[in-house]
């Protein structure tokens, strides 16, 4: 049962100087999923998603489209970013971007507190510096160039060469927390998920910290330094806030102490901001840290991560245009060990589709509701006290709904489907092994046809409750194709820590027909 908590998750804020690909999709969708299962669990649930708009990559793009940096953000957060939740069906509570006043405000007086508090001092920085990553690249991070590129040192994430910047900057006193954020990480040994990206945390704050420059003024694309205008903040440090302006940081305090701290997602290539820099900063503003910071791996396409500039980058709605949004959500984050690198392909997608959605769920609720309308005039059986073979459905699916909000706790959508599909093929081997086609011939067998049935689709109902956070759509038309829309009401206010209870689902209840839900994809 929930206890009201608070659960306030993240992605990180999308920088939008390219369209959206199936790698960004893959972590809107697993924080929706993580969402979606503790509202409907009944937790005080916020999700956060966003774009952010700074810096001297976005300002470049404007410049060579000719439009201003506004004007560019614009264009793409309305006619690319947007749409993807759309097409993904995430629904998400809020979305921040960066460039808005709520946002830049809000920045401008959280660097002042650092300042007020003695954190940050005026310096000289001369460095190598990504502007795809928008970062100064530790040793770690920089490569010889091959190719093309020979003789240059390049970005180790985007393999392009790197630039010697030289200015006046501002900078954080980082170098101080690497003492706090150890006692953190050991305190809280899961405040980095998995335990690889925690090692890897551990590794670098260890290896020594060094200040951070938090300003640049080389160019004006950005949020003002307050008390000196001809700098503007380090992209990374007004991304990093947006998960505190966004729920009322500097401004409705109330809001604030209702969300903070937050959970994050994010791709393991920016888990040191998030998992060092932000708590350090928020530990020197007096704040409290995150709950927890979650790295997941990376998409492979062809051994690859997921590029635009590599030509690896992949849509989503050229997944979405044939299979729908339910199936890229249930692939993606079925398919692939959350926390873990996966690789997709088409071959694979559309073999988990048919053996596990269309031949698997879809054939359930299609061949149950069927018989359903065949042999009782369309409406739920009563079930008699039952043997041992219906007593083990019953088993079967108090386990998985336990099993699978457990999972979730865990922040591992994977396992949770894995647990939840346990049902799935058992109810398939229930129908099989009791055979109602066959006990629909025998009147003397009336009544343990209808237990067969009621609980087939007792079993349906627990899938449509479990399963609604992460297919959404097909979800709910099984809900209402069951019935339980008008018996039990919205299949998104059903109680989700109690799907495992049994009985639920109304004798009586009159079910509607229902078309597939995963429709056979003809194949080119």
Known sequence: MSNGRSFYITTPIYYPSDLPHIGHGYTSVAVDTLARWHRQAGDDTWMLTGTD????????????????????????????????????????????????????????????ALFDRGYIYAGEYEALYCVGCEEFKPEAEIVDGTGAFEGLKVCAIHSKPLELLQEKNYFFKLSEFGDRLLELYRSVPDFVRPESARNEVISFVKSGLKDLSISRSAF????????????????????????????GYGTDPEQF??????????????????????????????????????????????????????????????????????????????????????????????????????NGFGNLASRTTAMIERYFEGVVPPAAAGDERDRAIRDTVASAAAEADAAMERFRPDEAIAAIWTIVDAANGYITENEPWALAKDETQRERLGTVLYTAAEALRALAVLLSPIMPVATEKLWIALGAAESLGRLQDQPLRDAGAWGVLRPGTSVNGLAPLFPRIEQA
């Open 220 to 247: 004006d694309w950005g949020i003002r330094v307050p008390w000196d205008d001809s700098h503007v903040i380090y992209v990374w440090v007004d991304a990093l806030l947006n998960y505190a302006t966004a729920v």
């Open 53 to 112: 708009e700074h810096g001297q990559k976005m300002l470049r793009a404007a410049a060579a489209n000719g439009v201003t940096p506004q004007e560019w953000v614009d264009k793409l957060v309305e006619e690319s970013w947007f749409p993807l939740l759309k097409t993904l069906d995430v629904a998400n509570d809020d979305f921040i971007r960066t460039t808005q006043p709520r946002h830049e405000e809000r920045v401008q007086q959280f660097v002042q």
């Open 257 to 358: 102490a209702r969300r903070w701290p937050a959970y994050h997602v994010v791709g393991k290539d920016i888990l040191r901001f998030h998992a060092v820099i932000w708590p350090a900063m928020l530990m020197a503003a007096g704040l409290d840290v995150p709950r927890g910071v979650f790295a997941h791996g990376w998409l492979l396409v062809g051994g690859e991560k997921m590029s635009k500039s590599k030509l690896t980058g992949i849509a989503p709605t050229e997944i979405t245009d044939v299979f729908g949004s339910d199936a890229y959500r249930f692939y993606f984050l079925s398919a692939i060990a959350f926390g873990q690198d996966g690789s997709f392909s088409w071959e694979d997608l559309s073999a988990r589709y048919q053996a596990e959605l269309a």
